[in-house]
Every structure is written in C-alpha cells, then in structure tokens.
C-alpha cells in the first residue's frame, strides 16, 4: 500500500486540507494523526473491520483496549448514558487536553475497542489539527498510538514513518507532538485511580476533585522489578535499558562505575542537562534540565529512538523525581527497562 503523507502547520492550516483524512476515516481507512501526547493511528468506530486493521498493522495484542477520541462534548452521549459528577468536573477542569476517562460503555459499543471490557476509554484532545480532524469526522474515532506495538511511542511524523510506512493509507505530518507522552488514564470507582500518569498530573486531579488520588501501575504488582520482566518491557528501544534512580550524584557515579564494568561498545546514557559532561567515552543524550520534567517528557521517546537509529547496545538512565510530570516519565522508563532498576543512596 502506499502512504499518502499530509504535511501540516499545527499554527496554520485550513481544516478543509485536513478532507482527505477524514474521507478516508469515514471510509473506513486507517489514517496517523497528530495529537498534544503523542500519534494516533485512527480508525472510525462504526467500521468494524477498521478498528481490527488498528490490531493487525500494530501488531497489537486483542487484549489491550483503545481510547476513543471526541471533539464535541455532546458526543460522550454516543458512548455512555451518564456522567458521574465528579467526571463532569474533571472534564471541565482538562478537556480538551491529555487527560482520558473510563466511563461504563453504552452496549453498541464494540467490543473490539474495548477488549471485551464492559468499560471505555474517552478522551477530547486539544492538537488543532486532531480536533479538526474528529470535527470533520464527526464519529467518535479510536485511536492508539500510532507505532509498532511494543516500540517507542510516535512523537514526530518521522516516527510514524518508521513503523508504519507502506501499512496505511495516510499519515498527517504536523512536527512534534509538544507533551510527548501519552494521556493521563483515569477511572474513578468509590476512589479515584490514575491508570496511567501523563501530564495532567496526580496533585492537578487532586486538586479538582478535593480527595486522594491513587496511581496504579503495573509496576506494583511485579513481586521483583529487578528481573527482566519482559511482560511489563514496553516503549522500549533494541538495547537493554537501565533506570538508575536516587540522589544525584550517586546516580552519576553509579552509571560511571556500570560503563568501567561493561565491556558493551556503545554505550548511550540519557542524562540531565547539568551532568552532560559527567560521563567519559559515552555517547550522552539530554533530557533537559532536572527540575524540568516536563521537557524530559517531550523528548523521551525521541531519544529512545534515537538510541535504535545510533545502535546502542547497552542504555544507562538517570531517574527522575516522581512528582508531577516526572511520575509519568518515570513510569515509561519502568517499562522501557522491562522493570530494570536500580536504586542508588
Ligand atoms: P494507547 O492507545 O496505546 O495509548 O493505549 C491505550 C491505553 O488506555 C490502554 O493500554 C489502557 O491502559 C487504557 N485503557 C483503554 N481502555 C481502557 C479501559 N476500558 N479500562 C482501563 N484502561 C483502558
Ligand atoms: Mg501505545
């Protein structure tokens, strides 16, 4: 198949360039997108056989549900029949933005968006480009992110490029997506749990909601996160990754002293802004400055390609505070070291 490419200026573009896409998502294609987290490779949700397309071109395990993406909030009425109230605030406070909420599913909601779960997943992204999109599409659209299952998400078209090339019928191209990783999942039950931590962030649900917020991850389940778990090794690059978490200089010293032991050859360290010059004989690649998470976040999945593209062997990284932002870079880094970690003091 070949793929039509769509540049777009997120700053300025007119919707009607945005046609093409939505004809081929009402047509049942599958169609990558741009969004404030990260790609989405979209599928109409009344073509049935689009949203298997999703799961075969990705290589997606059946068991692994999408989110569906709206732009009006008028559609959530397509999806589910009520909104819990404390939903409805969170909805005021973070729509449209990177926040994704588990409502009870209407029943003709198929079960392959859901994986057979009796529950789904909604969000309403604020990327111009994405709403523009869904407003032309105007049905509620599923979407995952748009790479290879198992690989780093999508953060720029070019990544998009790499995994999904010659597999689908367009790919919209609008530069890099500026949270960089993927939505905050939330469900709230008699408490409020996040699923999965992105960039609307714990203390900001804390906040809105005026009660506790537990994250839930995979993470806490692992009797031992230092064996290779490979069933939690996820947004992962080829090479073997290694998170290295406590205080900061002897998280310096104890990558240093893993480089002197390793007999790899390319070794690649993702490291803060200030220790740039910290490590010897290494290629070094910047996560921005410690106190700036956020810019961790926008350029993680980037630089975990980028370590593929340089054929890193062996991957050293340095751990980030889990607060705010940096839970959710955190928790990416879990899985992309297969629950490798080492604590350091
Ligand atoms: P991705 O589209 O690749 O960002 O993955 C979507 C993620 O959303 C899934 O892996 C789940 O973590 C979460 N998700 C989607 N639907 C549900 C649901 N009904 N209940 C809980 N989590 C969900
Ligand atoms: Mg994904």
Redesign the pocket.
Known sequence: MKTHYLKINPERFDPEQLRPAADILAGGGLVAFPTETVYGLGAVINHEAALHDIFQVKGRPGD????LHIWHHRQLSEITETVDPRYQRLIDAFWPGPL?L?FPKKAEISSTV?AG?P???VRMPSHPVARELLRLVNRPVA???ANLSGRPSPTRGEHVREDLDGKIPMIIDAGPCPAGI?ST?L?LAEKPYI??PGSVTREMVEEILAEPVEVVTGGETVDRPQAPGMKYRHYAPEAPVTLVEGEEQAVVAAINRMIGETGDENIIVLAFSEHLNCYQDVTVLDLGPRESPWIAAARLYDLLRSCDQMKATRIYVEGLEKTGVGTAVENRLFKAAGGNVIHVS
């Open positions: 692994n549900p999408l989110i994704t588990i859901t779960l529950t789904v997943a979407a995952p992110s993927e999942v469900l699923l999965r």
